[in-house]
């Protein structure tokens, strides 16, 4: 029998299978993730208090990432693929590629308000459930953020799921949202009025896509916007049943100026002081009439690629992210 404890931003794990952890025949694991602030404070729908781009009273609106290419580590750092479990919910299985969702919201409280009409739910998601190529033990956990570029470009609504989630979709042209990541604070004006902070990640492949294809491979975009993670385990070992991955929300925004600063607009924030990077920015530059300044997708939205590893110019790995670490 699996025990599982939790809350919406991360869950403690106890698994039946523990006992397998260092067999030759593993069962079903769960990897569990947790998202927190710069203070390691949990990312929870409903709190005002957290420590988020400078900002002290952050509210979180939204956190949804999709994954896949997940993998384990063995204890020599080989590569031990994880076969995703198919649920019709929140991981999806087609041939070689496989997909989960995480969600971090709950659609109350902070997390209420929408932003460009993109719905939430009151469903969370912060594990994932796969079976292990070969047993144990390990010595870490890897994988990509986003959609297999051969799933990413399909109409939303006859997806399977997670895939049809139309929280994250932007048409079979671009693809859906990979992260999608909104605060909110006081300081900066009332999230019912639209007083966000937004950062949303995808690929663009509008190059390959346009005349309604699918890209060949994830090279054959303009941008792949794919972060790599690869994580070892404190002391070389890493324990799926206990350890969790842990989302640093602040690490991505913490190279922009804090929103709000006096003496703006400041290039990489949005003429109201806020993060504003939103995902026809990530096709290069983009200067909306906005007199007296112009802003540019590599200002607004290339400040967040090195924490994820990627470079703007490119969408190619060129670094290591720091979003992403295993709990100590």
């Known amino acids: 029998m699996n025990v599982r404890y939790g809350l919406m931003a991360g869950f403690i794990l106890v698994s039946a299978c523990g006992d397998d952890a260092e067999s030759d025949e593993p069962g079903p694991i769960e990897i569990g993730f947790s998202a927190v602030d710069a203070d390691g404070e949990p990312f929870t729908c409903g709190r005002d208090d957290l420590d988020i781009a400078g900002l002290s009273d952050a509210q979180p609106g939204d956190l949804r990432l999709y994954v896949h290419d997940v993998h384990l580590l063995d204890a020599d750092g080989n590569r031990v693929d994880v076969a995703l479990e198919d649920d019709d ?6 041939g070689d590629d496989h997909v989960a969702l995480l969600d971090f919201e709950d659609g109350t409280a902070a997390c209420e308000p929408v932003i460009f009409g993109k719905v939430k739910t009151s469903e969370t998601r912060s594990f994932i459930r796969g079976t ?4 144990g033990p390990y010595s870490g956990v890897g994988f990509k953020v986003g959609v297999p570029v051969a799933l990413n470009h399909s109409e939303t609504a006859p997806a399977p799921a997670p895939l049809n989630s139309t929280g994250l979709d932007h048409g079979p042209a671009d693809g ?3 992260i999608r990541f909104a605060f909110y604070s006081e300081t900066l004006g009332d999230p019912a009025e639209g007083a966000y902070n937004l950062y949303i990640l995808r690929s663009v492949c509008n190059n390959a896509t346009a005349d309604g294809g699918t890209p060949s491979s994830p090279s054959a975009c303009a941008k792949n ?5 690869e994580l070892s385990g404190p002391g070389g070992s890493f324990d799926p049943a206990t350890d969790r991955v842990i989302i640093d929300v602040d690490a991505l925004v913490d190279a922009y100026t804090v929103p709000g600063s006096a003496g703006g607009p400041y290039p990489d924030l949005n003429p109201d002081g806020r993060i504003d990077c939103f995902s026809p920015l990530h096709a290069g530059d983009w200067a909306p009439p906005m007199a007296p300044v112009t802003f540019s997708g590599a200002a607004r939205c290339g400040t967040a690629y090195p924490a994820l590893g990627l470079s703007y110019e490119t969408g190619e790995v060129v670094g290591e992210q720091r979003v992403f670490r295993l709990s100590q």
Request: charge should be positive; charged fraction near 20%; hydrophobic fraction near 40%.
């Open 89 to 94: 919910m929140w991981q999806h299985v087609e």
């Open 132 to 135: 292990p190529a070969r047993g």
């Open 176 to 178: 859906r949202q990979f």
């Open 225 to 229: 916007n794919r972060p790599v993670v």
